[in-house]
């Protein structure tokens, strides 16, 4: 049986431990939703991913992403994605800008839980608003 003092001492050690272990959670860089939402995707439960892809049709796949201000609590990437024409067939590359925020516990790391697709079908145009989904579960926000 352990003596007082070092019942003590053995108690604060692990408070010490369980805040620190609490502190890095917090303050660890955030991923992009969770690798489980989208199975056949990409870029999902890493940081800052350079290419980012739902896992279906090539509207939701966005390469060469550049982020701003990852780790805040709203970042922006721009990429290049793909714009559907009449039909997806029909499409064009085009520029892509993603909205993550909502930060969370998502699958036990710190990470974005929501994201916006945004497409700008011609240069002179405006960016159109293309969905918006639930990164940490994989369904639409």
Do not use: E, I
């Not at 690798?35 to 350079?50: D, E, I, L, S, T």
């Not at 709203?74 to 039909?87: A, E, I, L, V, Y």
């Amino acid at each position: 049986m352990l003596s007082r003092p070092k019942t003590l001492m053995a108690t604060a050690a692990a408070l010490l431990l369980v805040a620190a272990s609490s502190a890095v959670g917090r303050s660890s860089t955030p991923v992009l939703g969770s690798k489980q939402a989208f199975p056949n995707g990409a870029g999902f439960g890493k940081v800052k991913p350079r290419h980012v892809f739902l896992g279906g049709d090539p509207t939701g796949d966005v390469t060469s992403v550049s982020w701003h201000s990852w780790g805040s609590g709203h970042s922006t990437g721009f990429g290049t994605g793909w714009c559907p024409g009449r039909s997806v067939a029909s499409g064009h590359p085009c520029p892509v800008s993603l909205h993550v925020y909502a930060l969370a516990n998502c699958h036990r790391r710190r990470a974005y839980t929501r994201m916006a697709f945004y497409f700008k079908s011609r240069p002179s145009s405006r960016w159109r608003l293309g969905a918006k989904w639930n990164v940490c579960s994989g369904t639409p926000a």
